[in-house]
């Protein structure tokens, strides 16, 4: 917990300067190890708002909120944040990739 929290703080200093693939895996790394603070992961899916994500990334965000934190309230609200940026990136989204996140979700 406590290098999470201090990775965390590293990630929070640098995100400006990261590009949408390295902060979509970092937030997926943090939410499937069970880093759930609220303030960090709203964060970092708001800095995901405003970046162009790939098919790939729409995907493993999602998988990685149905499997850490499925009906959680955080969940649904970064959803609700990401779909924009989610509906963009479906257009582009391959069969079986499109299969996984509807098994996510």
Aim: one cysteine or more; aromatic letters at 8%; a positive charge.
């Amino acid at each position: 917990e406590r290098l999470l929290r201090e990775m965390a703080k590293l990630f929070d200093l640098h995100r400006q300067s990261l590009k949408a693939h390295e902060i979509s895996a970092l937030f997926c790394y943090f939410v499937k190890s069970g880093f759930f603070h609220e303030r960090f992961i709203l964060r970092t899916a708001s800095a995901l708002r405003t970046m162009s994500l790939q098919p790939d990334e729409v995907v493993a965000i999602s998988e990685a909120l149905a499997c850490a934190m499925p009906q959680h309230s955080i969940s649904h609200a970064i959803m609700l944040m990401l779909l924009p940026a989610f509906t963009t990136a479906l257009a582009k989204l391959q069969q079986e990739k499109f299969l996984r996140l509807l098994q996510a979700v």
